[in-house]
């Protein structure tokens, strides 16, 4: 059973450009969660997902940033419009119901 | 709202010396509490968990047990060695429903000298 795919591992954006992440849960997962961890900061929540459902994105900020879970496919988090602030970690984990997660490798992302 | 605060490090140790990294938490309810672990370059890694009051998780040398009366869930090992270096976040989710969103420590950096 492959574990949580994330890519792409490294991504530089410029400020204003559009910066997309892919998480592939584990198979059988069908509960994804993104965090962010920005540097010297800890890791924060901030988008839960079912198939086709956002459940909590209580951690999302307000604006530029969008996440999906669809059908078919891996889930993706969508920044729009870049800026320096965005450059961090993100990391994916999968889990079946109500269980533990399972992180992906995270992708690193620097915005220029 | 819930929150984890572990001691901050770094932490620098001898190998084979005894290892205790302190976490406490606040929360509402009953959490399950976590440990993970990050080596360099890497993703999270769970490295153990417990889910109530008393439990004692374990794995690769490393135990932590919830301690509900304290509320804390520190991390030992007896015998660190040089490849547990790494930074080690302690984290707690709710148990109610599917939402099991973590709350995470700052992570605590470790190294080891041979």
């Known amino acids: 059973n492959a574990g949580v795919m994330q890519n792409p591992r490294h991504l530089v954006r410029r400020r204003g450009q559009e910066a997309r992440l892919r998480c592939s849960p584990m198979?059988?997962?069908?509960?994804v969660y993104w965090y962010r961890q920005l540097p010297e900061e800890g890791l924060k929540f901030m988008v839960y997902?079912?198939?086709?459902?956002?459940?909590?994105e209580s951690g999302m900020p307000k604006e530029r940033f969008s996440a999906e879970f669809p059908k078919e496919g891996p889930s993706i988090l969508r920044i729009q419009q870049v800026v320096r602030g965005d450059s961090a970690a993100y990391f994916c984990?999968?889990?079946?119901?109500?269980?533990?997660?399972?992180f992906g490798p995270g992708t690193r992302l620097t915005v220029l | 709202g819930d929150s984890v605060t572990q001691m901050e490090g770094p932490v620098t140790l001898s190998e084979e010396a005894f290892l205790t990294i302190n976490c406490t938490y606040t929360a509402t309810g009953y959490p399950s509490l976590f440990w993970y672990v990050q080596y360099p370059g890497e993703g999270l890694q769970l490295l153990l968990k417990?889910?109530?009051a008393d439990d004692k998780g374990s794995n690769k040398g490393f135990e932590a047990t919830y301690r509900k009366e304290t509320t804390s869930f520190h991390l030992e090992k007896g015998s660190v060695q040089v490849s547990d270096s790494a930074v080690y976040f302690c984290?707690?989710?709710?148990?109610?429903?599917?939402?099991?969103?973590?709350?995470w420590g700052l992570g605590t950096s470790l190294a080891v000298n041979p």
């Open positions: 417990a889910t109530k």
């Open positions: 198979k059988g997962h069908s509960h």
């Open positions: 984290a707690l989710s709710g148990n109610a429903g599917n939402n099991r969103k973590l709350i």
């Open positions: 984990a999968s889990s079946p119901q109500g269980d533990t997660q399972y």
């Open positions: 997902l079912q198939k086709e459902n956002i459940i909590d």
